[in-house]
Structure formats: structure tokens, C-alpha cells
């Protein structure tokens, strides 16, 4: 049974940084897409970066230049750096995994994922 567990959300002020992960508890091809989604209250879930099959970063426009996507797959596991970090990031931030083998926007969409963590809350004021 895989099973994805985030951590490292908290309270922070607007201008801080925050570094999320997502350790995975059995070994998943870390060649397939690999993501990080978000969704705010009374707001649509929205894809904030992702790895795809040739290892490339994809990032959401309003988090390009701040968020840094990256994975260990040694260690089975998927982060996220966030810097400069906004109100408008104020988010349950969930790591997915075991996506499509594919490539760009492929991996950019939540139902093509087998696995998906409980999320883990971002705050920023």
C-alpha cells in the first residue's frame, strides 16, 4: 500500500520561504510525472509545479521564478522550495505521484495520478 506523507507547511510572512516534501513509503517509478497541486478555500485546485518522464520542471505561471520543483529518487521522495512565498500561495499543498510517462502539461493534470497525499497547509500573511 503506497502511501504519500507531506510535511513542512506552516504559518509564514509574505517575503519567507518554505521547503514542502513528500516522502513515499514503497518504491514508485520516480520516471513518471511527479506534482505538486494546491487548492485554496472556495478556490479550484490548480497544479503548482511538476517533474516530467525527462526529469524537466513545469511551473505554474504565478509560481515561476519563486517555486523550485525537485526529487530524490534514492530516497523515494519529491520536494518543493519556496521562496518570496504570497498571500495569494495560501494553500493545502498536495504531492502526487506515479503519474503519466509523458511529458510538459501531460503531467500537469490531478486525475492521471495513482497516488496523492493528504496535503499539507501553506499560510501566508
Known amino acids: 500500500h503506497v502511501q504519500l506523507v507531506e510535511s513542512g507547511g506552516e504559518s509564514v510572512q509574505a517575503g519567507g520561504s518554505l521547503r514542502l516534501s513528500c516522502e513515499i513509503s514503497l518504491y514508485i517509478y520516480t520516471s513518471y510525472c511527479m506534482a505538486w497541486f494546491r487548492q485554496a478555500p472556495g478556490k479550484e485546485r490548480e497544479a503548482v509545479a511538476a517533474i516530467d518522464a525527462d526529469a524537466a520542471p513545469i511551473y505554474a505561471d504565478a509560481v515561476k521564478g519563486r517555486f523550485t520543483i525537485s526529487k530524490d529518487s534514492a530516497k523515494n521522495a519529491l520536494y518543493l522550495q519556496m521562496n518570496n512565498l504570497k498571500p495569494e500561495d495560501t494553500a493545502r499543498y498536495y504531492c502526487?505521484?506515479?503519474?503519466?510517462?509523458?511529458?510538459?502539461?501531460?503531467?500537469?493534470?490531478?486525475?492521471?495520478?495513482?497516488?496523492r497525499g493528504q496535503g499539507t497547509q501553506v499560510t501566508v500573511s
Open positions: 502526487l505521484a506515479d503519474g503519466p510517462l509523458g511529458y510538459g502539461p501531460t503531467c500537469l493534470h490531478w486525475r492521471s495520478y495513482n497516488y
